[in-house]
């Protein structure tokens, strides 16, 4: 899920927040085929485990490499 809003300034869209419910991913890769910037992918990493549902539900700061 993902809220963003159109900057005026420039007039471009810029990014709030973007979460990815692991809950729910079944890892189909459709979001990664489909991305038109390239800016998603799947990697190797698996080790994000969780003994609740709601622990699922990862923000930027998790899922993004820098
Ligand atoms: S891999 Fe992407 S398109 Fe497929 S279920 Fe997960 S988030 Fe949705």
């Not at 300034?9 to 085929?33: I, P, Q």
């Amino acid at each position: 899920m993902a809220e963003a809003y159109k900057d005026p300034a420039d007039n471009k869209r810029k990014t709030v927040s973007y979460t990815v419910d692991f809950g729910r991913c079944m890892f189909c890769g459709l979001c990664v085929e489909s991305c038109p910037k390239k800016c998603l992918v799947h990697t190797t990493d698996y080790e994000l485990v969780s003994y609740n549902r709601a622990g699922m539900v990862l923000g930027k700061d998790k899922i993004v490499k820098r």
